[in-house]
């Protein structure tokens, strides 16, 4: 995606007839996507297909959900909310505003550690776990569609809301719904040990692919990666509901 608009503009400028353009373009083919990130670790995400190209990138921040059945058992994961942003123009050489690939990478560490997260929370501590980890009101979790302002990052566009849906299945509803995607988990790899653990301190959440099932539209493989936070408060304390604080990095690819 990133490389054919540049292709499209180039295309443009050869329309124009400018001998300097036309030169530029004959021996240039369309630039390739960015790599997808890898964690470095003894197993890597699954790549990507060749008949699939990149069609957005997004900066997630919101929290993700666990319950706790007893005193002691392990947490189980109960879905997550998330704000998205596009950060496509972000990426090294995409724009004017385009970042390091460091600063790139940090993203959902700098996001998760300077800007609160952009949900509505229910501060009742009924059946919680713990009051650090509050949820997000049953009735509208979601804030508004505004730009996240991040500082010397710069304001980042809304692109779009992921929750899971009533069959627990992970939804991802981005550009007002030209990208519609209901997945289930292809694969999973465990972050980085320098992923920021978040603000709890309680760790990175793994690295996921994910299918996007046969009603989707828009993408139909999608990766989480550079995750920041997001772990378990754990059930040592209480039984209950659980909710940590994330953010992440979500690479949506489609058809070419
Ligand atoms: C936890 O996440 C699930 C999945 O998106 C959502 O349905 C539920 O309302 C959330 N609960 C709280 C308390 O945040
Ligand atoms: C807030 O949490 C309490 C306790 O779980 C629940 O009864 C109430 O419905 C929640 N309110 C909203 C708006 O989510």
Redesign the pocket.
């Known amino acids: 995606m990133l490389g054919q608009s540049l292709f499209v503009l180039a295309s443009a400028a050869l329309a124009l007839g400018s001998p300097v353009e036309k030169r530029d373009v004959t021996c240039r083919s369309p630039i390739p996507d960015p790599p997808l990130p890898i964690t470095g670790g003894a197993t890597e995400l699954p790549p990507v297909p060749d008949n699939l190209e990149l069609k957005v990138i997004a900066l997630g921040l919101g929290i993700q959900n666990y319950t706790c059945a007893s005193v002691g058992a392990s947490p189980v994961s109960t879905g997550a909310l998330a704000m998205f942003y596009d950060i496509s123009l972000l990426y090294p050489e995409s724009g004017p505003n385009a970042l390091t690939i460091e600063k790139f990478n940090q993203l959902p560490a700098f996001a998760l550690n300077h800007h609160e997260i952009p949900l509505h929370f229910?501060d009742?501590t009924?059946?919680?776990v713990s009051i650090e980890g509050p949820?997000?009101?049953?009735?509208?979790p979601f804030t508004r569609a505004t730009p996240l302002d991040l500082g010397e990052y710069g304001s980042l566009p809304f692109l779009g809301r992921h929750f899971f849906n009533s069959d627990g299945a992970p939804t991802f509803v981005l550009q007002r719904g030209s990208i519609n995607v209901v997945a289930a988990k292809k694969a999973s790899v465990p972050a980085p040990g320098s992923a920021d653990p978040g603000p709890a301190g309680t760790g990175a959440v793994a690295w996921l692919a994910l299918d996007a099932n046969a009603n989707s539209r828009g993408a139909s493989l999608v990766y989480r990666v550079e995750t920041a936070g997001g772990n378990s408060h754990g059930c040592a304390q209480a039984a209950g509901?659980d909710s940590t604080s994330y953010s992440a990095q979500y690479w949506f690819y489609g058809p070419k």
């Open positions: 229910n009742s009924v059946g919680r949820g997000a009101s049953l009735k509208r509901q």
